[in-house]
């Protein structure tokens, strides 16, 4: 198994990406600390990783709140004596985020909050339990668009993006004489509820199809295992990288007919 004998904490773990991670995560040997403010999905989670054999709690936090942040990383030290893996994959996509006019300030400040100062506040008390763990590896998850343009404005959330990956950088040159590894990762347009409920019809959903060279959505379940990825020693000397699971999106000037 690729994460025997580790702890991981994932944020977001209530659907769409966190789900499957915390699912194969869990299938690979790890004790899983499943994340979220839904607290429905997060229950339900872990009652899919259980029903399998394997080990899990969850915990209701809300990532932009530092309380919380620190209380979901003290329950994984508690639970399961340490942690090992940080998964920051909790995010929104406003439907109200737009461009930068008409974008509403709070729009903006929730967005940020949630999936930029959220990786942050992740980081400040899980790389301190990294660190008692004698090392491990951070996952933020980032998007496509922190390198590209995006197709329609969300401008929030592109810049939120950004952040993380910016962030991620740094953390990972600081903390690299540590056994502490930190990448982000890229997905590009996947087929889960956050992307699908914008693109609503099959006309939007072909549009955006046409810049992906694969010509299809990627799933949460190929995000989980890049994740597994990173997570795993096997990536032992990967550090501070843009890991991209985009389906040729960010390499394509033109697509395939
Ligand atoms: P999703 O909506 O299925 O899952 C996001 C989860 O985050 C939900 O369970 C939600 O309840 C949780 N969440 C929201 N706000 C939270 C908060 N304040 N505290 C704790 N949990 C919170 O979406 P997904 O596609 O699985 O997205 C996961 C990550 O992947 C996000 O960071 C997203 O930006 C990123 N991403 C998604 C796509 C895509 O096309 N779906 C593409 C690139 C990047």
Request: aromatic residues 6%.
């Amino acid at each position: 198994m690729r994460l025997a004998n580790k702890v991981a904490l994932i944020t977001g773990a209530s659907s769409g990406i966190g789900r499957e991670t915390s699912v194969l995560f869990a299938n690979e040997g790890a004790k899983v600390v499943a994340v979220d403010i839904n607290d429905a999905g997060g229950e339900e989670t872990v009652n899919m990783i259980k029903q399998a054999g394997c080990e899990a709690v969850y915990v209701h936090a809300d990532v932009s709140k530092a309380a919380d942040a620190e209380n979901m990383v003290r329950v994984a030290e508690q639970t399961y004596g340490q942690l090992n893996i940080l998964f920051n994959n909790a995010g929104i996509m406003h439907s109200d985020d737009d461009n930068a006019i008409t974008t509403e300030e709070a729009v903006w400040d929730l967005t940020m909050n949630i999936n930029l100062k959220g990786v942050f506040l992740g980081c400040k008390y899980g790389i301190p339990a990294l660190r008692r763990a004698g090392g491990g590896s951070v996952i933020n998850t980032a998007s496509f668009v922190a390198l590209l343009g995006a197709a329609t404005p969300q401008i929030a959330y592109t810049a939120s993006k950004g952040g993380v990956l910016a962030l991620t950088r740094e953390l990972a040159i600081v903390h690299a004489r540590e056994n502490i590894r930190v990448n982000a990762l890229c997905p590009g347009p996947l087929r889960t509820e956050m992307l699908m409920k914008f693109l609503n019809t099959e006309e939007k959903r072909q549009r955006r199809l046409v810049h992906i060279p694969m010509g299809r959505f990627g799933e949460a379940k190929e995000m989980a295992q890049a994740a597994l990825y990173l997570a795993s020693d096997e990536s032992s000397y990967v550090t501070g990288t843009e890991f991209l699971v985009d389906g040729g999106i960010t390499a394509a000037y033109v697509t395939p007919e």
